[in-house]
């Protein structure tokens, strides 16, 4: 697999969980918050967890693909400096 492949599957993935974190907070904001408030508390926690779990995924992918950028620009170091 070259590295573009890798790097276009995380950016899919990427692309992927932000819908998924953007819908489940679109439900839980403007007047679904009132919805959102009248549940479990341990429902909340858990729906809240789940959204912070999403947003550390996605922040591990935008790194993964930020180093793989940094290793695509870095030219490689002359053979007599090895």
Same mark, same amino acid.
């Given at each position: ?19 998924? =974190?953007? #819908? ?9 918050? !009132?919805?959102? /408030? +009248?549940?479990?508390?341990? =429902?909340? #926690? ?9 947003? !550390?995924?996605? /922040? +591990?992918?935008?790194?993964? =693909? ?7 620009v ?7 400096? +090895?």
């Amino acid at each position: 697999m070259t590295k573009n492949l890798v790097a276009h599957d995380r950016f899919e993935r990427l692309s992927s969980k932000l819908a998924q =974190l953007e #819908a489940l907070l679109t439900v839980v904001s403007g007047c679904g918050v !009132g919805n959102f /408030r +009248n549940q479990e508390h341990e =429902l909340q #926690a858990d729906y809240l967890g789940l959204c912070a779990n999403m947003a !550390g995924e996605c /922040r +591990n992918l935008c790194e993964s =693909l930020h180093l793989a950028e940094l290793e695509s620009v870095v030219p490689p170091r002359p053979a007599f400096l +090895n």
